[in-house]
Nanobody, 124 residues
Framework: QVQLVESGGGLVDPGGSLRVSCAAS????????IGWFRQAPGKEREGFSC????????YYSDSVKGRFTISRDNAKNTVYLQMNSLKPEDTAVYYC?????????????????WGQGTQVTVSS
């Protein structure tokens, strides 16, 4: 059974940092692309980072480039998202997802399996 579980969200001050994790089970994580998405209240789900399968090609949207870093630990079957210099506009529920395919896409409709999401709130 394919399962993705996010953890590590929380409340952080503007300018602070958080690391969220996406633990996979039921499949080998480096065989497929893993994307990170977020959804703020009243807004559409936004894809902002992705790591492709074994080649590990990485993508970032302009909104997070230079602040967020995606990485993968194959031994732990886990993908991480390190978020630095957080801004109030980063507040959202953060999801990881897999397309069950090797290459990335920014379209959430092409992702087959999703985690339950973890809340990230940036506020003083």
């Amino acid at each position: 059974q394919v399962q993705l579980v996010e953890s590590g969200g929380g409340l952080v001050d503007p300018g602070g940092s958080l690391r969220v994790s996406c633990a996979a089970s039921g499949f080998t994580l480096d065989s497929y692309a893993i994307g990170w998405f977020r959804q703020a209240p009243g807004k559409e789900r936004e894809g902002f980072s992705c790591i492709s399968s074994s080649e590990g090609t990485i993508y970032y949207s302009d909104s997070v480039k230079g602040r967020f870093t995606i990485s993968r630990d194959n031994a732990k079957n886990t993908v991480y998202l390190q978020m630095n210099s957080l801004k109030p506009e980063d507040t959202a529920v953060y999801y990881c997802a897999t397309r069950y395919f090797a290459y990335c896409s920014g379209d959430p409709r092409t992702y087959r399996y999703w985690g339950q999401g973890t809340q990230v709130t940036v506020s003083s």
